[in-house]
């Protein structure tokens, strides 16, 4: 009897930290975010949030632009997972929204800001904002995401959005922003088109942007470095804004890439310190990582490269992982579809191999 009871009393333990441990699980959703200029398609979103109860302040993570037009229909919000897990484990609701003209978002791209010699980084600030009102509108009328108490974060012209947010009739419940390596124009390594143009479009932002803001750039950011980073910071705060700009040691062979999923051990304590500062601290501890499946990898890989297999694992969905008989191998992931993951890793792969590559695991 008493075995019995023993018995009942540890199952129901085990219950208990089940339920809890469901109960802190970090929970996400692909969808699309609905702008009449974006037309049916809308715009592509990742949300992620807290499995906890009620609502969550949101973070609205807006992504980068690149250098040649034809990779912008590449890009996926699903490649921020990691990312935007990271904030979800403090506590937000987050939401990835890709603007018109990139990955699966309908409208044609419309933040372009003209040629190279004659810019305009204005039209292209306010065209990023309409999107960014738009997401928010949307995300207000979900039941996880309080736009009341809300935080904007961008990395490089999604870091310009993110400014230009504080900026153009900005939202009342933004509380704080952050940018990491904000700009738009880069046209070659440390050469920006126009970099005057560009400084005074920040000098015009910062006539209405009163957001306390976090601006993030590493050492060796060859898209607008150090000395660019200054100018456009004095230009904004001389007019109104409120940023302080934050300085890392050079990361990795580019640090324009700090905001990734590898820069997480660098970038997120110096994010939570700006939160810690804003009182944005909304848990007494991080939620733990989701639990990343176990795979045993191709025996033919080397130690080094069945690292890379770990990090393969822990990689976003929608991904697949190709190798050869040698153990040369070829991996994507969070791509649009499964099969968008399998030829690129395929190309990746023979890209290396002497031989021929096969999938080992597609998900």
């Not at 912008?72 to 935007?84: G, H, V, Y």
């Not at 947010?165 to 920006?192: M, Q, W």
């Not at 970099?195 to 803001?213: D, H, I, K, Y």
């Amino acid at each position: 009897m008493q075995r019995k009871i023993l018995g009942i009393i540890c199952c129901s333990i085990l219950l208990l930290i089940n339920t809890a441990a469901q109960a802190q699980s970090i929970r996400w959703q692909e969808t699309t975010i609905p702008m009449p200029e974006a037309g049916p398609k809308g715009l592509e979103t990742l949300l992620v949030w807290p499995d906890l109860p009620g609502k969550h302040p949101l973070a609205l993570i807006s992504h980068g632009s690149p250098r040649l037009a034809s990779q912008r229909a590449e890009m996926t919000a699903m490649s921020f997972l990691p990312i935007a897990t990271e904030f979800a484990r403090r506590g937000f609701a987050v939401a990835v929204v890709l603007r018109r003209g990139y990955g699966r978002s309908g409208g044609g791209w419309a933040e372009g800001y003209g040629s190279c010699q004659a810019t305009n980084y204005k039209r292209a600030a306010l065209a990023s904002s309409a999107d960014l009102h738009a997401a928010i509108d949307y995300l207000s009328t979900l039941p996880q995401f309080d736009v009341d108490r809300m935080i904007a974060v961008g990395v490089s012209a999604g870091g310009f959005a993110t400014v230009a947010l504080t900026a153009d009739s900005p939202p009342k419940g933004l509380v704080a922003a952050i940018s990491f390596a904000g700009g738009r124009g880069s046209s070659a390594s440390n050469t920006i088109c126009q970099e005057n143009a560009l400084v005074s479009t920040f000098g015009f932002l910062g006539q209405t942007s009163r957001t306390p803001m976090l601006w993030i750039y590493a050492k060796n950011d060859h898209f607008f470095n150090p000395a660019a980073a200054a100018r456009f910071l004095h230009a904004f705060n001389a007019n109104g804004g409120n940023a302080t700009l934050v300085e890392t040691p050079a990361f990795d062979t580019e640090g324009h890439t700090l905001f990734s999923t590898a820069g997480i051990p660098v970038w997120s304590p110096i994010v939570d310190h700006f939160l810690t500062s804003q009182h944005l601290v909304l848990l007494n501890e991080k939620l733990p990582l989701p639990p990343v499946e176990k795979q045993k990898p191709p025996s033919q890989l080397s130690i080094k490269n069945k690292k890379e297999f770990d990090r393969y694992l822990a990689s976003p969905p929608h991904k697949a992982f190709a190798v050869d008989k040698q153990g040369a191998f070829g991996w994507s992931s969070g791509r649009h579809t499964v099969d968008e993951a399998k030829k690129k890793a395929l190309t990746t792969c023979q890209k290396f191999s002497t031989s021929h590559c096969e999938l080992y695991i597609a998900e």
